[in-house]
């Protein structure tokens, strides 16, 4: 086969992007995953893997703050510039500047694109921030661009960034900024052995005694090895105790072997805990300093306790065999009891309730005198087995004087446990359990229905169900809410809170069966967490057909899970100025205090501008 080797014949990616119908193909099958996204944790729209055309409609650019995609991508979809706003685009071209996917090249395409691009009109924090993250993301020649374009960028705690992260090209080119003696330190933690030779032989700053702690207790033997011969700071005892509690023994041994600093008790308490046996055996032959009763306390495996039992004489207290039972481990419990002379508690028998540990409830019921607390049916476990969690319940129930309390009825409702429910009524059907709380609410308040109307047909004497309907709303069960209101309505009272929250989840058929059925009504609050919630049905619902004619600045707010507003539901809300202008007005700096520089409402305080005659433009 003849190799062409004629520049011009040769097939690259941009010749292949470039044909129409191959470029449709491609980004419309590849998809991005999820985790090679870029600061999108509180966007619904990124849960999940995108595709090319799903990128495409992300608002405001996000193809470019939020993906990083390359120029080639970018320039098929990106808009005239004055069709975005400033802050905008400053906005998504700083963002991009630290994005991990960032090139040089698509920079200089964007910088092009919008001309008055300039950070160094943002105030200093802005700035600094923008070279740290720079830094921080390892592009140098982003930075390179960035300092020499816009010279009053300082770039003063980008050394810092740099460095911790590991990018030695991008701190040689910043070295003559500023950092300070914790860099160092942070370097050394993170292990980065090229950035803390740079630093030492090109920084004065130096580091401290926690350079080589920290290293010791993230496993960096090798940057130990380099700070004892070239530095003088040293470390301190945690330099080894860190290392005994990571379960290090190659620094353990390094440093008991050339350095003087030692350790204390806590290193070989440490290893006992964290069931690092070699290294307690070499602290044991090694070291002096021994330990204390907490090894034994805290033992983590019964080997550990039998080496320290036969080999050490701190001995332990009763909180071994208390600890044993917590974690379930009979063998160190029966050791124990059969060995040692210090017994336990009744915490012992508390917390193998606690966690479900039914053969060392049974041994200690068998084999131990100091009983339990008064309130330890409260702790019988729920997260086992029907099966387990009923044996043990039987076990307490009937061989154990202990009292069943309307704390473990509540707990029982909250975790979903109907069988709990129905042994507590077999066998307690008239405690006052019943009567101290409202069980038909409280399982409401947990979108429990099976056992709302296992209650409602069982135990229908009891309290009546003083927020249920609410609850239900709130848990956006209509089935739920519609048993309450036909089967419970001489019991079960309602709030203005219900329509609230119909609204508020965007349930339609919720919000039209209480506007039809109920008389409570809502409060302005509907309109608001319609709005949030995006809910442009309800919304309209609402101002129409329920002649809701006012809202909040709360319908502006955009809730946590969403990365930027509902653009359809805003222009209805603003458009039929359901928000009053003098609302606005006696609001207005506040408004723009907590909007103007969160990138979330640019847009729309660019729209209350535009519905409301400039009211905020003098803030601008």
Request: aromatic share 10%; hydrophobic share 35%.
């Amino acid at each position: 086969m003849v190799e062409i080797k004629n520049n011009k014949n040769r097939i690259t990616f941009q010749t292949i992007i470039g044909v129409p119908y191959i470029r449709h193909v491609v980004f419309n099958s590849f998809t991005l995953i999820q985790s090679k996204s870029y600061d999108d944790q509180y966007d619904e729209n990124l849960k999940y893997a995108k595709k090319g055309r799903d990128i495409i409609k992300l608002p405001h650019l996000g193809m470019i703050s939020q993906y990083g995609m390359p120029w080639d991508f970018i320039k098929h979809y990106l808009p005239e510039k004055d069709k975005v706003l400033f802050k905008r685009r400053l906005y998504i071209i700083s963002k991009y500047c630290s994005h991990p996917n960032a090139t040089l090249d698509t920079l200089n395409h964007l910088l092009e694109w919008s001309p008055d691009y300039d950070p160094q009109n943002r105030e200093e924090k802005y700035c600094q921030e923008l070279a740290e993250k720079v830094a921080g993301a390892g592009h140098r020649d982003i930075m390179e661009l960035l300092i020499t374009r816009y010279p009053e960028i300082n770039p003063n705690g980008a050394v810092d960034a740099a460095a911790v992260n590991g990018h030695l090209s991008t701190l040689e080119l910043i070295n003559n900024a500023s950092c300070n003696v914790y860099t160092m330190d942070v370097v050394a933690k993170n292990g980065h052995l090229d950035v803390i030779k740079f630093l030492h032989e090109n920084r004065s700053e130096g580091c401290t005694l926690n350079a080589m702690n920290d290293a010791a207790s993230n496993g960096h033997l090798d940057i130990i090895k380099f700070l004892h011969f070239n530095r003088t700071e040293g470390c301190s005892t945690h330099a080894m105790i860190f290392a005994s509690y990571k379960g290090d023994y190659d620094i353990v041994e390094w440093l008991h072997f050339n350095r003087s600093e030692g350790c204390s008790t806590t290193a070989m308490d440490n290893a006992a805990r964290n069931g690092h046996f070699k290294i307690l055996k070499f602290l044991h032959d090694h070291r002096t300093e021994g330990c204390t009763t907490e090894a034994m306390d805290n033992s983590a495996s019964l080997e550990i306790t039998q080496f320290l039992h036969n080999n050490r004489s701190e001995g332990c207290t009763h909180k071994a065999m208390d600890n044993a039972a917590a974690r379930g481990r009979l063998d160190m419990v029966e050791w124990l009891h059969y060995n040692r002379t210090e017994g336990c508690t009744y915490k012992a028998m508390q917390e193998a309730i606690k966690y479900g540990h039914f053969d060392i409830i049974k041994f200690l019921y068998q084999n131990r005198t100091e009983g339990l607390f008064s309130r330890a049916f409260d702790d019988i476990a729920l997260y086992k087995t029907p099966e387990e969690t009923l044996e043990i319940l039987t076990f307490v129930n009937e061989n154990l004087n202990v009292e069943c309390t309307s704390f473990y009825l509540i707990y029982a409702i909250q975790a979903n446990r109907l069988d709990i429910v129905q042994y507590l009524h077999q066998h307690y059907p008239t405690s006052k359990i019943w009567k101290e709380i409202s069980p038909i609410d409280l399982a409401a308040d947990n979108n429990l229905f099976e056992i709302v109307k296992w209650l409602h047909y069982n135990r229908n004497d009891e309290n009546s169900s003083h927020y249920a309907m609410d609850s239900a709303a709130m848990s956006n069960n209509l089935e739920m809410l519609e048993f309450l209101h036909f089967n419970r309505s001489d019991k079960c009272e309602c709030s203005t809170s219900a329509m609230d929250n119909a609204a508020s989840y965007g349930n339609m058929q919720m919000l039209e069966f209480l506007y039809k059925n109920r008389t409570e009504g809502c409060t302005s609050l509907a309109m608001d967490w319609a709005a949030a919630g995006s809910h442009l049905d309800v919304v309209k619902y609402l101002h129409t057909t329920m002649n809701q004619q006012q809202c909040t600045l709360l319908a502006l707010q955009i809730p946590h899970h969403r990365r930027y507003p509902d653009y359809d539901v805003v222009h209805y809300i603003l458009s039929n100025k359901l928000i009053p202008l003098q609302l606005i007005q006696t609001n207005a700096q506040s408004v723009f205090c907590l909007c103007s520089e969160n990138e979330k409402y640019y847009e729309i305080i660019d729209l209350i501008n535009h519905y409301y005659d400039n009211i905020l433009i003098h803030l601008i």
